[in-house]
């Protein structure tokens, strides 16, 4: 029996705003049909590919990935629990990273931006004559670290 759930059936259930629904729905996220009244329908996975884009977004991941993962998926259907493992494994390394980064990012910020911008008078980073600009743009050294 296919679940014939409504837009705001799937909001409460979701917690998730019947806009934001539209919203995924328009970034290929989810699907919906249209019964005989012109109303949107959606099956009862849409639920708990809702779920995965919440999490997703709460670890920083953006819609494009996650409509990427979404997309490897075989006829992209909704993750099962072979997939999720496969899919949460991908998401905690690239969450690692980010803590390296922002852990690096926490331990440069009073010292200095790490742009060899030479504002500071107490930056420790001395770059003469913009020296680090042949190493790049932005923050070289803290890239670096």
């Given at each position: 029996m296919e679940a014939n759930l409504s837009v705001g059936q799937v909001a409460k259930?979701?917690?998730v705003k019947v806009s934001t629904l539209h919203f995924y729905e328009t970034k290929g996220l989810i699907t919906s049909w249209r019964n005989t009244g012109n109303q949107r329908r959606y099956k009862a996975d849409v639920l708990r590919r809702i779920s995965v884009i919440k999490v997703a977004q709460g670890l920083g991941v953006s819609l494009e990935e996650i409509k990427n993962v979404f997309r490897s998926l075989p006829k992209n259907r909704t993750p099962d629990?072979?997939?999720?493992?496969?899919?949460s494994t991908l998401w905690q390394q690239q969450l690692e990273?980010?803590?390296?980064?922002?852990?690096?990012?926490?331990?440069?910020?009073?010292a200095c931006i790490g742009c060899g911008c030479l504002s500071l008078k107490s930056c420790p980073l001395y770059n003469p004559d913009d020296t680090l600009a042949k190493q790049g743009v932005g923050?070289?050294?803290?890239?670096k670290r």
């Amino acid at each position: 029996m296919e679940a014939n759930l409504s837009v705001g059936q799937v909001a409460k259930r979701t917690g998730v705003k019947v806009s934001t629904l539209h919203f995924y729905e328009t970034k290929g996220l989810i699907t919906s049909w249209r019964n005989t009244g012109n109303q949107r329908r959606y099956k009862a996975d849409v639920l708990r590919r809702i779920s995965v884009i919440k999490v997703a977004q709460g670890l920083g991941v953006s819609l494009e990935e996650i409509k990427n993962v979404f997309r490897s998926l075989p006829k992209n259907r909704t993750p099962d629990k072979q997939d999720w493992q496969a899919i949460s494994t991908l998401w905690q390394q690239q969450l690692e990273q980010r803590i390296v980064q922002l852990n690096k990012l926490k331990d440069s910020l009073d010292a200095c931006i790490g742009c060899g911008c030479l504002s500071l008078k107490s930056c420790p980073l001395y770059n003469p004559d913009d020296t680090l600009a042949k190493q790049g743009v932005g923050a070289v050294l803290l890239n670096k670290r």
